[in-house]
């Protein structure tokens, strides 16, 4: 089969997802036929999309609502960002703690996807804690309950960055909203970049509040895969106060 490649305006030949898998000779013929490549667009869409959009929107509801954070996420950004007109770079926002903090404690609140995710081992014995598990048995955990675990996250519906600072590494192995492991999300790189530029480069440019949005609008009361608010509810409004961009 002959290597697909897109050329970038630059002229260099990129690679994508869907070249990749066509010319994987490792991948079962059926797995690169139309009809299942077609699948795994669609599935990338939703699943590349719907998640990072509301684990930005609830973020930036919570920053909105809590008027220490904000301020102090703008001082960060303001001395970080001189110019805010100037595009920021992911490598220089990564280094910011403050912005960390709050895209990591967004993640945690949010707690998007609240299904379990059940995986089973078809026909080996699996040993856990002195348990025995029989073959085809399914086993799951909840990333929803493991984000909102008041004994590793005190107040677990308090939106505190500050968790992050203090107690930093000991936390990480917890903040489990992309799942883990062989079968666990594929994009956590691409949402977290997203969130550092998208969430930066809007409160560097613009002054918000909150507009006629409230907690009822993060409130998950459904169990939809991805949690969601009474019907109605999913949405997070703002009103632009002020522009810095032609400071
Ligand atoms: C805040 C953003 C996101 C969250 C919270 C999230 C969460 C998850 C979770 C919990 C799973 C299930 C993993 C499992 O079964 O163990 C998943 C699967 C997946 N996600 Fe994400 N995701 C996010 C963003 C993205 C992005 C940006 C992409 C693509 C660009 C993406 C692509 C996928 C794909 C392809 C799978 C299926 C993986 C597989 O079954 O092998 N996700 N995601």
């Known amino acids: 089969m002959k290597r697909v490649y897109k050329e970038n305006q630059h002229g260099t030949k990129e690679q994508c997802i869907f070249s990749e898998m066509m010319n994987n000779e490792r991948l079962p013929l ?49 001395c970080a960002l001189p110019e805010p007109q100037a595009n920021p770079s992911l490598v220089m926002l990564e280094q ?20 379990r995710l059940p995986r089973i081992a078809p026909d080996e014995i699996l040993e856990y804690n002195g348990w025995q598990i029989p073959p085809g048995t399914p086993v799951s955990m909840s990333i929803y309950l493991m984000l909102r675990d008041e004994t590793v996250f005190p107040e677990p519906l308090v939106f505190h960055p500050g968790r992050w600072l203090e107690q930093g590494s000991n936390l990480e192995k917890y903040l489990v909203p992309f799942s883990k492991g062989s079968q666990g999300c594929l994009g956590p790189n691409m949402a977290y970049a997203w969130c550092y530029l998208g969430i930066a480069t809007i409160l560097r440019r613009f002054m918000l509040s909150l ?32 522009e810095f961009t032609k400071a």
């Open 211 to 242: 507009f006629e949005t409230t907690e009822e609008n993060m409130t998950i009361v459904r169990d939809c895969f991805n949690g969601q608010t009474k019907p109605g509810y999913n949405n997070i409004q703002v009103k632009v106060l002020a």
């Open 96 to 115: 910011l703690p403050y912005l960390t903090a709050v895209i990591k404690e967004g993640l945690r609140i949010s707690a998007l996807v609240t299904s």
């Open 30 to 78: 059926l797995e690169r036929k139309l009809g299942r490549l077609i699948d795994d667009a669609k599935f990338l869409l939703g699943a590349g999309t719907d998640a990072p959009s509301q684990a930005m929107a609830i973020t930036m509801f919570h920053i909105l609502n809590n008027g220490p954070v904000y301020q102090k996420l703008q001082e960060e950004l303001n």
